[in-house]
DNA sequence: GAGTGATCATAA
DNA sequence: TTATGATCACTC
């Protein structure tokens, strides 16, 4: 039986991350589990996001919840995303908050959706619903930079949702608006407030909003890499 | 069935 | 409460 090694520490090089990556294609989630010794949920109605904290133990991600790239000192993010037996993305892709107050002079260019991106780590799983979680199998991880159409896809999208925010108009923000980033509730349930523009500037409770990548958005770089 | 809005676990 | 990790599940 081949040995995998899973350090919990963070790695030193983008190659060396890589390599890491690149061993784990073709385990399933429970073999994956089963070598850390963790326990896989049976479904994921209540841990969600137990697939993307596995793989960051597993690739030596500094854990927590700061609000930076997974590996910081590489400048790379580290995405699980569900795909189908096409290789298309199931489910749309979390990036980060949305700033809802005080987001005059923010721009693109700095803002937290783009440095989020600047370099992600994709690691596609077979998430197709009828198969358990356990025998989910991981695909091959690479490494995805925007490329300068990319870019200009979501900046177009940011942009008028930006406005829409620095206007007060957040409220009138529904998920159908972007046509590759769009902006969702993102919080532990319906009762969850946080500060707001209001339509007469002034300050107003709303839901806490994060941005999302479309599948539109995530399929284009999945069927590049694939060479679909 | 797809997609939007809602929700779950955890850390600090 | 904000932020990380996301998927669930109801409505259209």
Redesign the pocket.
């Known amino acids: 039986m081949k040995q995998y090694i899973f350090p919990n520490q963070e790695p030193k090089s983008t190659a060396q991350l890589m390599s890491r990556a690149e061993t784990l294609a073709g385990l399933t989630l429970g073999e994956l589990a089963d070598i850390n010794k963790i326990k896989v949920p049976v479904?994921?109605?209540?841990?969600?996001?137990?697939?993307?904290?596995l793989?960051?133990r597993c690739l030596g991600?500094t854990?927590?919840?700061?609000?930076?790239?997974?590996f910081a000192k590489l400048g790379i993010?580290?995405?699980?995303?569900?795909i189908d037996e096409n290789c298309f993305p199931?489910?749309?892709?979390?990036?980060?908050?949305a700033?809802l107050?005080d987001v005059a002079g923010i721009e693109w260019r700095s803002s937290?959706v783009r440095n989020?991106i600047q370099q992600v780590l994709w690691?596609p799983?077979d998430?197709r619903?009828e198969i358990p979680?356990r025998d989910r199998r991981i695909a091959t991880p690479f490494l995805w930079t925007p490329s300068s159409e990319q870019d200009h896809q979501l900046r177009m999208d940011w942009e008028e949702l930006m406005e829409m925010i620095s206007l007060g108009n957040i409220e009138n923000?529904?998920?159908?608006h972007g046509q590759y980033l769009?902006?969702?509730?993102?919080?532990?349930?319906?009762?969850?407030?946080?500060?707001a523009i209001g339509k007469n500037g002034q300050k107003i409770q709303t839901?806490?909003r994060?941005f999302?990548l479309?599948?539109?958005f995530t399929s284009q770089l999945l069927a590049d890499y694939f060479g679909l």
């Not at 199931?90 to 908050?97: D, K, P």
Request: glycine share 8%; charged share 30%.
């Open positions: 479904n994921f109605k209540r841990e969600k996001g137990w697939t993307g904290q793989l960051e991600a854990a927590g919840s700061k609000s930076e790239q997974d993010e580290l995405k699980t995303i569900p199931l489910e749309t892709t979390y990036v980060c908050y700033p107050l937290n989020k690691v799983i998430g619903r979680p923000i529904t998920a159908k769009q902006i969702r509730p993102k919080a532990a349930d319906g009762s969850a407030l946080t500060d839901r806490p994060g999302y479309r599948k539109e």
